[in-house]
């Protein structure tokens, strides 16, 4: 199994209160400011646009997506009123993301999942209701395991860190022997996975993986890209084991399946599968069949 997907510990990475800055109601939407672009280096009172809405940069930030980083303020609508809502289509509502996260680190914000979403249009949007439900759950309840709740963002163990480069790929480790180490909703490692994953989604994660621990946008993405295209060591993807309705167990096989399933660690395996049932009884669909692996 190429991808190390056990949990070593994780250090939380400490998060301000950010104050929510509502914008003032109007008629008119205002003019929107220079679009958002992930290379622009924004300083201090930068404003820009992004998703139909205008931002405030509170500090110098480079490829921090606004609505999925903390250092942006959202200063309301713009344009007009043809820009639709960039969550308005997930099957998990804020609130119930919420419920089922109470304790989840700052970094992970909602608004960084949903911007996120947009890379990979056919997760959670494919089949029936329950299934896009199903997936929705399925998803969130594995990555409620690697992070302890969404509370770890990176390894705790950073002895460890350096074990995560594959000195044998032609492109090495340009961005340090131990800069490779889990990161993320799903603990992305190893410098090929930052290779693959950058290379998938337009980002220079080879030479820049901090932005997985650093922009809950990218982060988001990084679990997505996982999900959607990678069978790990099982025989599918997370997403098509859903959709196809082969039951929540083929996920686990597919995220760590080499080191949980076939009883080779029982617990964990009902504790991604505990925490699944908690999240489709939220949503107010069946589980399903084939819960285990």
Known sequence: MQRVLTLLGAALLSAGTVSAVLPVSSAI?????????A?????????????????????WTQN?????????????????????PATGDFVVSEAQF???FPSRNAFYTYGGLTAAMASFPAFATTGSDTIKKQEAAAFLANVNHETGGLVHIVEQNTSNYPHYCDAGQPYGCPAGRAAYYGRGPIQLSWNFNYKAAGDALGIDLLNNPFLVERDAAVSWKSALWYWMTQNGPGTMTGHNAMVNSRGFGETIRSINGGLECDGRNPAQVQSRVDAYKRFTQLLGVAPGANLTC
Do not use: L
Not at 64 to 84: E, F, K, L, M, N
């Open 29 to 37: 939407a205002a003019e929107c400011a220079t679009a958002w672009t």
């Open 98 to 100: 919420k419920e089922m």
């Open 39 to 59: 290379s622009a280096v924004y300083a201090g009172g930068a404003a820009v646009s992004h998703n139909g809405h205008n931002w405030s940069a509170k500090w």
């Open 64 to 84: 921090q997506s606004p609505g999925g980083d903390a250092v942006w303020t959202d200063q309301g609508t713009c344009g007009g009123s043809d820009v639709p």
